[in-house]
Nanobody, 128 residues
């Protein structure tokens, strides 16, 4: 079985930075996509960023330029570096892993249906 374990959340003041990590265990994959989603109280889950199987990355418009995704395949770990955090970034952040490879358009990675494996979630709180 595949499990995703997240770490790196916390409380930070606006303008600060956090780095989230997501480590997969159980097996490794030659091709995979790892994405980050977030859900704030009372709001729908929304796509944040992804590192897709083609090697491309994709970001939601409201985080582009502030957030960066990276992956360390040797450690089966993905990272979400979040800079210049804003209070509206406050949410429970989830990582997700997909082994679907029948697409090449990076924006397609925002579809939740692609992801079979999900992390437990990590709270990110950004204060004013």
């Amino acid at each position: 079985q595949v499990q995703l374990v997240q770490s790196g959340g916390g409380l930070v003041q606006a303008g600060g930075s956090l780095r989230l990590s997501c480590t997969a265990s159980g097996r490794t994959f030659s091709y995979y996509s790892m994405a980050w989603f977030r859900q704030a109280p009372g709001k729908q889950r929304e796509f944040v960023a992804a590192s897709i199987w083609t090697g491309d990355t994709h970001y939601a418009d409201n985080v582009k330029g502030r957030f960066t995704v990276a992956r360390d395949n040797a450690r089966n770990t993905g990272h979400l570096q979040m800079n210049t955090l804003k209070p509206e970034d406050t949410a429970l952040y989830y990582c997700a892993l997909s082994v679907v490879t029948n697409y090449t358009r990076p924006s397609y990675a925002s579809r939740t249906g692609l992801y079979a494996y999900w992390g437990q979630g990590t709270q990110v709180t950004v204060s004013s």
